[in-house]
């Protein structure tokens, strides 16, 4: 609850700080000129996102098990629809908790997975955001930023390396810290880690590791193909690479856990991208607006329609991420 309570106050920051000096005629304004005809390629091309994500995680859990392509994209749309419900970040065990519902893979094993593509999408993302300033400036603080991600991304990497390459040298190091800890504990978060770490099998098959690299790299180079498109329907005149860095910032700013919808920080991500790029700050949050409203509706779309084939609950999820820590 106190986290509840804090992500609502770091959302209602973020909510002042985009509305801040803003021209709500202005807004109100640009809603209802703007070219909603670019709304369905936006909507199309954030499918295609969906697809290629599902497709990639279906490669990181290969070595656990098989699922089927549209069990495991209805996973993936509950699963996401999950992330934007709910608040502080909880809704990242959703596709965890589905996968282990609908296979045989087990919920650690299946955590595994994800900090895996986390940390894969770090990668591409850092790639992007080191490629982006030979075609346009970047500001210090996102500089610092991508420098700070870059040193995390290279920790969690060794640290990934070590579980798969160095396997039993870490458990035992791990180990020797659990002992210290009452019987029933130690048992339990040894299974556990050993679970969480057969998430990471995939990185030792270096051709899949490298198809997954490549797929990751095109899901967000769609995913900036997306926000190009909504750019065409505000006649915004800015380059490709203006999507590029609005990405970036973007997914920085949705790091933060605030409320669910990622309300506030996703709109003021927005309204700070754009102004690198000269867009003032009444059409920025407009085109802030209306970006939250398709994405965040579609993913819901997407989750809801997905219902049906999976057996899914909050209720049930939450009870299940306790059970799993003090069972």
């Not at 909507?43 to 990639?56: D, V």
């Not at 290279?154 to 990934?160: N, P, R």
């Not at 398709?294 to 306790?322: H, I, M, Q, R």
Request: proline share 5%.
């Amino acid at each position: 609850m106190k986290k509840i309570i804090a992500g609502v106050l770091v959302s209602a920051l973020f909510i002042y700080l985009s509305i801040k000096g803003t021209d709500f005629r202005g807004v109100m304004t640009g809603l209802e000129v703007i070219g909603y005809v670019y709304i369905l390629p936006f909507l199309l091309i954030s499918l295609l996102m969906q697809i290629l994500r599902s497709w990639r995680w279906g490669l990181i859990i290969s070595p656990l098990g098989k699922i089927g392509p549209l069990p495991l994209f209805a996973i993936t749309s509950v699963g996401f629809l999950a992330v934007t419900a709910l608040p502080a970040r909880l809704g990242e065990l959703g596709r965890p908790y589905l996968l282990s519902r609908n296979s045989p893979i087990k919920m650690s094993a299946a955590l595994g997975t994800i900090f895996v593509e986390r940390i894969l999408d770090g990668v591409t993302i850092l790639t992007i955001a080191l490629i982006v300033p030979f075609f346009t400036p970047l500001p210090a603080w996102l500089i610092r930023a991508s420098i700070f991600f870059l040193l995390a991304n290279g920790l969690l990497i060794t640290g990934v390396y070590c579980a798969v390459f160095r396997r039993q040298q870490l458990l035992d190091f791990l180990n020797f810290f659990l002992r210290r800890l009452p019987e029933k504990w130690s048992q339990l978060l040894a299974q556990l880690l050993g679970h969480f770490l057969d998430g990471f099998r995939i990185i030792g098959n270096g051709k899949q590791l490298l198809q997954i690299l490549a797929l990751s790299l095109l899901i967000w180079l769609v995913n900036a193909l997306a926000i190009y498109t909504l750019f065409t329907a505000f006649a915004f005149s800015l380059p490709p690479v203006a999507a590029l860095v609005l990405m970036i910032i973007l997914l920085i700013g949705i790091a933060i856990p605030t409320a669910p919808g990622f309300i506030g920080n996703w709109h003021f991500s927005c309204v700070l991208g754009l102004s690198l790029f000269g867009i003032a700050k009444t059409p920025a949050l407009t085109f802030a607006l209306i970006y939250h409203f398709a994405a965040v509706s579609f993913t819901l779309f997407l989750g809801v329609v997905s219902f049906p084939y999976l057996n899914f609950s909050f209720s049930d999820l939450w009870k299940e991420a306790k059970s799993t820590l003090t069972s």
